[in-house]
């Protein structure tokens, strides 16, 4: 069972692992508390590591908190790390958080796991790397300046690598081997893969294969795969995965026998025995060992990552970039002036003079940096600080790969902003401002026109809280007439406090959106927010209508589902509003500004899996873990939720059963019989039922299953029926000694007893007597019941009964007989009276509760034993069950920082798409992608090019327009003859009627409609339309749409 901390802390387990567990008695030092030093802190208390010691010698300034989100007012003058360690204390109260202002002494080092440098002359860098490198600590170097960002990492001479690739080793069920050299391995892809499971030079292991019996734990075997049989529906989507092995092999399509089944080479199998049935093959992950060097030597000879060998030249820039900045704040004493060009020529000169045999000087990337290094923004410290934060992650669990060894990236793109190049160093100058950092890059009267923006935040989340936190420190809607709306319909929850810094233990249950508002005036007194508790969606476009977008500056998206995100890039393009859409999963995020008539709009992606699976396979014919769990699932609702709900409707309704579809009634007011017989008195009365019910399903379901369709049985002569998608189950026997099968009984015993309101009990040792001394009669198969083994046929059954598949009508007699039965017993019940408590109380699966966890775990466990599937253990079982996403606060404040970069070009008011970025961020291999977005799609129609943005808009000067002024306008402005005429799924004009029908379409205004459904008026009708001479069918997207703008 998994404990309270596991609880708080499992969307960050399922991105790190069990490697997670080892934050808790982890020591790390964070020095500097300016922006990216506390991105860094903020994150790693969060994540709970075990003490996170702050260094800081310096006092905070009024222009910290422009970046620096943990200080306040009251904090000016005050050492920055004391400063902060009484904020990041109360952040998660399993985190020591202590302050130290005095030097950095080898003997204060050495107690740290990891050592992590934010604001530190590169003097102090080398002395510090050269200690940790010998003492076998990590050290990491995270520095922001500007626009630009440098990370550094040295994990010593032996550092283990326990896990490198995401998720869990993939594992899959065999299918066929071949007797050859090398041998074939056919297996099965699985319902939420979108390609095959392993790649070339993955190592594998076999478990359980009968037949071919000398591939069972064998050591692991290196593998070539082979390829699949192409599907117009699934695209493969590349896995990051370890690249083990030094061969490069080529992928090859060969013809497979079914969809979805891919082939992989391995050993040499001539000699083996013929492969009969059956078998696992598992993924190897072995451990690594990396070696780095230490900075003094790294320096000089960097190994910089990059994701496209094209962007090397520019990293090296910003390499000899960042030594030249060093050197110009040692020579005089500061950094450069902002847009003092002189001061930016010295620091070239001085990068110049460095000597640098990495290629050739990138002059113009060193004079922007060097022009703006004296800026600080937070968007920039929190990208920094959230890859430093990760890499000490990395260094605690040994869970993903960590950087080697310089990592660059800028946002020197900005630089190049219309008008930009204008600015002074009058302009950008200090003005005494928390905002002085961002003056320094944008100029004093671009803070202004930040201040009066109107944005709208959908989701107070994970990356809700993050852009918030940014947006209070960049000055978003801090000045005159600003004003951000956030709206979220969730609480917080427990598990939300690791990853949503914003909230903290005391706010559980309270609304997120309100919580985050108060949060973020605290952090800037002059921010303007409106706390909403609205689903922004259909049922609310009358709340976020007309004049609501048409007010906003932009809309940021923080939602968790591609249909939300969706929906509201719809709004955005109805209403030209620009869109900033951001979205993670585990270490993995993006952001795609969306900017009307510039950008392209967001691609549709693949259909989301939504854990369906069909009723055969999961009944009879699972394969998979996922295909137990949703077993379980079911288990779970019509044991627990179905029965108490149809009870409760039975009780309170005489009626009930006359309600009821003709083709469910029998099966409902059975299933109520069946409840009211089985109401429990005490305890053992539970746990007796839970036996019984475990007995049906484990064995009984099983036993029977194999009478119709033995082990032996053919579906045709020398064609096994038990083969490809189907494994031979075999019936458990139940023994209270074995901890999943009493954990079974427990948690449905548990979950009856809250059902019936009797008292549960935990006592393991008395269920185990209780259990010991109950005896149930043997089993007796049924013959001739009838199992399908298709999905055709089991949708075609009905609780009555099947003629060889043909649906039957119910008894009618055996219905009133039943009706009537049941109708004494609940007057009986009651007493002639309603019943005024349920009988029974409905459950519903909670993620969050451990009983339904625990029930959902060893009924899904036993079910893979019955079939010979690999188990779960807890947390697995809950994220699939519970479908939840990984999540991780590093993640979330890297996208929220690339998302409030592109802020700045709205801002800006920006109209060159060269000057936007689409961020695409996977922090398991450090790895940051920013290209230029897409321009709109375009297509033809009516004689010329449209693009996805265009619309006509026909803005009409009173309310009382009709059809046929709309046709009309149509007509003189664009020349087109409209055919069909639409408002939604309304007809409002259709040519092909009779004259006296067009004749009353035409005079009719677009009004009429919303006035009889007593719907509030719309400003804006947004009309579809067909013309003379276009197909009818054609997609709607194919013509711009028509807004029709009323007073």
């Not at 927010?529 to 709340?543: D, I, M, R, S, W």
Request: glycine share 8%; with cysteine; charged share 25%.
């Amino acid at each position: 069972m998994a404990g309270s901390a596991e609880g708080l802390y499992s969307r960050q387990l399922y991105v790190l692992g069990g490697g997670a567990r080892r934050l808790a008695g982890a020591r790390v030092l964070v020095s500097g508390l300016r922006g990216t030093g506390a991105q860094v802190a903020a994150a790693l208390v969060a994540a709970g590591t075990g003490c996170v010691v702050l260094h800081d010698g310096g006092t905070a300034r009024t222009a910290d908190r422009g970046q620096q989100f943990l200080l306040g007012e009251s904090d000016m003058g005050q050492n920055r790390a004391e400063a902060s360690q009484r904020v990041l204390a109360e952040l998660n109260p399993n985190t020591v958080v202590a302050a130290h202002t005095g030097e950095l002494s080898e003997a204060f080092l050495a107690s740290f796991q990891v050592v992590v440098l934010t604001e530190s002359s590169l003097e102090e860098q080398l002395h510090i790397g050269d200690f940790c490198h010998d003492r076998g600590i990590c050290f990491i170097v995270a520095d922001a300046k500007g626009l630009a960002g440098q990370l550094f990492c040295d994990f010593g001479k032996h550092f283990i690598v326990e896990d490198p690739a995401e998720g869990d080793p993939v594992c899959a069920i065999v299918q066929d081997i071949s007797q050859g050299n090398p041998g074939v391995v056919t297996y099965k892809g699985t319902e939420d893969s979108y390609g095959p499971l392993f790649s070339d030079g993955d190592l594998v292991r076999f478990s359980g294969v009968e037949g071919m019996t000398e591939l069972n734990d064998q050591e692991p075997i290196r593998v070539r795969a082979l390829g699949e049989l192409p599907r117009v529906s699934q695209l493969p989507q590349p896995r990051v995965g370890e690249l083990a092995g030094s061969l490069a092999m080529t992928v090859t399509s060969v013809p497979l026998s079914s969809p979805g089944a891919f082939k992989l080479e391995i050993c040499d199998t001539s000699s083996f025995s013929l492969y009969r049935c059956g078998g696992l093959v598992s993924q190897v992950r072995l451990r690594q060992e990396h070696s780095y060097e230490p900075m003094s030597r790294s320096l000089v000879d960097p190994k910089i990552q990059v994701v496209n060998p094209k962007e090397l030249p520019r990293s090296r820039s910003l390499h000899a970039a960042f030594q030249a900045l060093h050197a110009f704040r040692k020579e005089r004493g500061h950094l450069p002036r902002p847009r003092a060009w002189a001061d930016a020529e010295r620091v070239l000169e001085l990068a110049r003079s460095l000597g640098m045999e990495q290629g050739p000087l990138d002059e113009d990337v060193v004079r922007a940096f060097a022009s703006v290094s004296a800026g600080d923004l937070c968007p920039m410290a929190a990208i920094t600080g959230a890859m430093a934060a990760q890499e000490v992650l990395k260094a605690i669990t040994g869970k993903f790969l960590p950087l080697d060894q310089w990592l660059y990236f800028d946002a020197l793109e900005c630089m190049a902003l219309e008008g930009a190049e204008r600015l002074t160093e009058e302009d950008c100058a200090p003005r005494g401002s928390r905002y002085d950092g961002q003056i320094a890059i944008f100029g004093d009267a671009f803070q202004e026109r930040l201040g009066s923006q109107k944005y709208f935040v959908v989701g107070a989340g994970a990356i809700g809280c993050e852009l918030l936190k940014n947006f209070a420190m960049m000055g978003l809607a801090a000045g005159p007439g600003g004003d951000i709306t956030v709206t979220d319909m969730d609480s917080i929850a427990p598990s939300n406090l690791h990853r949503q810094l914003l909230y903290r233990t005391a706010d559980i249950s309270k609304p997120k959106s309100e919580v985050a508002a108060a949060a973020v005036r605290c952090m800037n007194p002059d921010i303007k927010v409106t706390p909403h508790q609205n689903q922004v969606g259909p049922a609310t476009e009358l709340l976020y209508g007309d004049d609501f977008f048409r007010s906003l500056d932009g809309v940021a998206s923080a939602l968790d589902t591609l249909e939300a995100r969706a929906y509201l890039e719809s709004r955005c393009l109805r209403y030209l509003t620009p869109l900033l859409d951001s979205g993670t999963e585990g270490p993995r995020g993006n952001v795609l500004p969306v900017v009307p008539s510039l950008t392209d709009l967001l691609r549709p992606g693949a259909t989301p899996r939504d854990g369906t699976f069909p009723l055969c396979t999961l009944r009879y014919f699972p394969r998979t873990i996922q295909h137990t769990l949703q077993w379980a699932r079911d288990e779970f609702e019509g044991l627990f939720q179905l029965p108490a709900e149809h009870i409760k409707r039975f009780m309170e309704d005489p009626g009930f059963p006359e309600q009821l579809p003709a083709g469910k009634a029998l099966e409902v007011l059975e299933q109520v019989r069946w409840s009211l017989r089985e109401r429990p008195g005490d305890w053992r009365d539970c746990l007796r039922w839970a036996r019984r019910h475990w007995q049906s399903r484990y064995h009984d379901a099983i036993a029977q299953l194999l009478h119709n369709y033995p082990p032996e049985h053919e579906t045709s002569p020398g064609v096994p029926f038990w083969s490809g998608d189907k494994n031979c189950p075999h019936p458990l026997t139940f023994d209270p000694d074995n901890n999943t099968h009493l954990d079974y009984i427990l948690a449905a015993a548990h979950l009856f007893a809250q059902a019936h309101k009797v008292p549960p009990c935990n006592d393991r040792t008395a269920a185990r007597d209780i259990l010991r001394g109950m005896v149930l009669p043997p089993f007796v198969p049924q013959d001739g019941l009838q199992i399908p083994l298709t999905e055709e046929q089991e949708e075609g059954q009905v609780p009555a009964g099947t003629t060889q598949g043909v649906p039957v009508p119910p008894d009618t007699r055996q219905l009133a007989e039943l009706t009537q039965d049941l109708e004494q017993r609940r007057q009986e019940l009651v007493g002639g009276e309603v019943a005024q408590v349920p009988l029974m109380d409905p459950i519903y699966f909670d993620k969050d509760d451990d009983i339904h966890v625990n029930f959902i775990t060893a009924a899904s466990n036993l079910r893979a034993e019955n079939y010979g599937i690999p188990p779960a253990d807890w947390m697995t079982s809950k994220r699939i069950a519970g479908r939840i996403l990984p999540a991780i606060i590093t993640t979330t404040a890297a996208v929220a920082g690339l998302a409030c970069l592109e802020v700045y070009k709205l801002v800006w008011g920006c109209q060159d798409l060269s000057r936007y970025r689409n961020s695409h961020l996977r922090l398991s291999d450090c790895w940051l992608l920013r290209v230029q977005p897409l321009p709109p799609r375009t297509y033809q129609y009516g004689g010329r090019e449209w693009s996805s943005w265009d619309r006509l808009e026909m803005r009409a000067d009173r309310q009382e327009v009709t059809v046929q002024e709309v046709l009309d306008w149509l007509k003189k402005t664009h020349g087109w003859t409209v055919t069909k005429l639409l408002h939604g799924f309304t007809m409002l004009y259709d040519r092909e009627e009779e004259e006296d029908r067009r004749t009353q379409q035409l005079a009719q205004r677009l009004l009429e409609n919303s006035d009889d459904t007593g719907e509030p008026r719309r400003r804006v009708l947004e009309l579809s339309y067909v013309c003379e001479g276009e197909d009818a069918e054609a997609e709607d997207d194919a013509r711009p749409p028509l807004l029709c703008s009323l007073p």
